[in-house]
């Protein structure tokens, strides 16, 4: 399962190596070649993969449409890379409480239709402009 927060990540140089830990969890190009390597690693057969993608709302309604672009992305990735896509809840304002069951593939999903915060307003604005100009370390829990 992958929650990242931003597309693709295209300004590092060629001789830059990325910081897996930190750029599998914000970009959606790193966090989905971590997740299937690790799989296939650990055993899993490519063709019997199965994608399900959720979110991609614009739930922050003054700032840019980043869940669009989180959607398109995942998309071209999952076509590009010739995975089956089994099921999605993608796009719209609101947020979505999201419920895995990796033993069954269940997922449970939920539009949080009364969502209205301020304050978690105010600390996406301010955790967006962060994200671009510092550096995140981290660990990463495959499970």
Not at 28 to 50: D, P, Q, S, T
Not at 59 to 70: F, H, K, S, T, W
Not at 86 to 107: E, S
């Amino acid at each position: 399962m992958n929650h990242f927060l931003l597309p693709i990540q295209t300004s590092k140089t060629p001789r830059q190596q990325p910081n897996l830990l930190s750029d599998a969890t914000r970009y959606g190009n790193w966090a989905m070649e971590y997740l299937v390597n690790e799989i296939l690693k650990n055993g899993g057969i490519r063709k019997n993969l199965e994608v399900k993608i959720f979110g991609g709302g614009q739930v922050l309604q003054n700032m840019a449409d980043i869940g669009e672009g989180n959607i398109n992305f995942v998309l071209k990735y999952i076509d590009n890379e010739g995975l089956k896509l089994t099921g999605q809840d993608v796009g719209g304002i609101y947020p979505r409480k999201v419920l895995y069951f990796p033993q069954t593939g269940v997922v449970k999903i939920k539009q949080l239709k009364t969502f209205i915060d301020h304050s978690i307003f105010q600390q996406e604005q301010e955790y967006f402009k962060s994200i671009k100009s510092k550096r995140i370390g981290g660990d990463i829990e495959l499970f």
